[in-house]
């Protein structure tokens, strides 16, 4: 996909935090921490000189009032040098991996070496803002001098104005959350509760065999945990070794009560996490004797109305992905995609082997085809592992590349859905 006299990108380092319930372990920490020890331990353990980094892109999805320019605020926690430059980057669930190719396209055109990419969420710590009367309140009081115009500012209050205004995961043009979104599209595509459950139960059984396997392990940072720092977060705490699918028939549906099969057992809890990934151009790559774990092949965006299927983006965004690299489905030898809820990934894999999608949503002559289950998401996904949303795809960058290098397999597809209908697709290639 690159054009001539353009640079391949390698994937020379990925790290994560554990993931964590929020309001767990991480309840008194930030974002902004998260990614601090993210991004310092990535550098730390890459034995790399700071002062090679050309610059950190990073991202959250739902920003701190007080520090909005995350990337810049992880960089001087994690006492990197002051001279890099450093912007965040938002794209919903796909932040990190915008950030990857927003790194991916400066290195490509030779205007930087080497890039740290990333994100963290920390849901634990979303800003709860006053409702918009008792705001205009507290900015005339700050204006106001006397205590007369003091008093004044307050007249007609009423208690209500106090309710606070938590951010919502909805579509603001649907006024749909996720969740229903995600039931929406397993009515419509005919996702049944028991192909949800069953999707989950894997999800839950790859991700505890990857922490057992000693594949996981290596991707994960141990955080201290404030505000003590006497105990340490070391691994996920989501996975569920013991669920099975009679407890998970048991759960009720959360997103439509009466007539829903979407629960907290087949969605993507909400999570506390940070991640951060390497890149550098193949040259400085191989001058400083690195292992590469991947190239950069490809990649795609897609965006559609999200009054449609609201997480159908990577039904969308891979096939341009493959195209570019000049693949087919049959070429890639592991699949990893971004676990939203089961009945999104069931219907991004239906619509990959539907010839009406292909042809009516498409215009292509052929679907993608199927992806075999036994190379999709071969460690869990975010159903198991969670999804602290900006987070995730550089998690699932890592893991991929990681799996490449150690499998030898050639191609890699992963895929990103994303609220606003966003979607995005990559394709990793083995270094060797
Ligand atoms: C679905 C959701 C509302 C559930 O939230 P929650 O009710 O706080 O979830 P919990 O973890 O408390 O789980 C509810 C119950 O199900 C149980 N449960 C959850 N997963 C289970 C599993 N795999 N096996 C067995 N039981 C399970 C819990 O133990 C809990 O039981 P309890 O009520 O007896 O304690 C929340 O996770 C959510 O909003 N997820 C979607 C996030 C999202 O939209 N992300 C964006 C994607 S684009």
Same mark, same amino acid.
Request: aromatic share 8%.
């Given at each position: 996909m690159f054009p001539a006299g353009t640079r391949r990108v390698a994937v020379v380092a990925g790290l994560r935090t554990p993931f964590l319930r929020s309001?767990?372990? *991480? $309840?008194?920490?930030t974002a902004v921490d998260l990614g601090a020890v993210a991004v310092k331990e990535l550098v730390t353990r890459a034995d790399?000189?700071? #002062? $090679?980094?050309?610059g950190l892109l990073y991202g959250t999805?739902? !920003?701190?009032?007080?520090? !909005?320019?995350i990337a810049r605020e992880v960089l001087f926690d994690a006492n990197l040098p002051m001279s890099i430059p450093a912007s965040s980057v938002i794209m919903a669930c796909a932040t990190s991996n915008r950030a990857i190719t927003d790194a991916a396209e400066q290195i490509a055109l030779g205007l930087a070496d080497v890039i740290v990419a990333g994100g963290s969420e920390c849901l634990s710590d979303v800003p709860i803002l006053f409702s918009r009367p008792f705001a205009r309140r507290l900015v005339k009081l700050s204006k106001a001098k006397t205590a007369a115009q003091k008093a004044k500012v307050f007249?007609?209050?009423? !208690?209500? $104005?106090?309710a606070p205004n938590p951010p919502a995961?909805?579509?603001?043009?649907?006024?749909?959350?996720m969740g229903e979104s995600a039931e929406k599209m397993a009515k419509e595509n005919r996702i049944f509760r028991a192909a949800q459950d069953e999707y989950a139960l894997g999800s839950h059984r790859k991700a505890a065999a990857g922490w057992d396997k000693g594949v996981l392990p290596p991707e994960v940072v141990p955080v201290p945990v404030?505000? #003590? *720092?006497?105990e340490m977060a070391t691994t996920?705490?989501?996975?569920?070794?013991?669920?099975?699918l009679e407890q998970l028939a048991k759960l009720p549906p959360v997103?439509?009560? #009466? *007539?829903?099969?979407?629960t907290a057992g087949n969605s993507s809890p909400l999570t506390d996490g940070a991640s951060a990934v390497l890149l550098m151009s193949e040259e400085r790559a191989k001058a400083q004797g690195r292992k590469i774990?991947?190239?950069?092949r490809s990649w795609a965006y897609a965006a559609l109305d999200p009054?449609?299927?609201?997480?159908?983006g990577p039904a969308y965004a891979a096939p341009v992905a493959l195209d570019r690299a000049g693949l #087919?489905?049959?070429?890639?030898g592991r699949v990893e995609m971004h676990e939203a809820f089961a009945a999104q990934v069931l219907s991004n894999l239906q619509a990959f082997a539907s010839e009406t999608f292909a042809r009516?949503?498409?215009?292509?002559?052929? !679907?993608l085809g199927e992806v075999d289950p036994k190379i999709l998401n071969l460690y869990g996904g975010s159903i198991a592992i969670g999804h602290p949303f900006a987070a995730t795809g550089a998690r699932i960058v890592t893991t991929l590349a990681n799996e490449l290098s150690r499998s030898g397999v050639q191609f890699g597809l992963l895929t990103v859905c994303a609220a606003g209908a966003l979607g995005h697709a990559m394709v990793l290639e083995h270094a060797d």
């Open positions: 309001g767990t372990l *991480f $309840e008194s920490m790399l000189d700071e #002062k $090679e980094i050309d999805v739902i !920003p701190s009032v007080s520090r !909005p320019n007249a007609g209050f009423r !208690p209500g $104005e106090l995961i909805a579509e603001y043009t649907t006024g749909l959350s404030a505000p #003590k *720092f006497e996920d705490n989501i996975i569920r070794r013991d669920t099975s997103f439509d009560r #009466k *007539f829903g099969t979407v774990l991947a190239f950069i009054s449609d299927q609201l997480l159908q #087919k489905l049959s070429d890639v009516d949503r498409l215009g292509r002559s052929a !679907p």
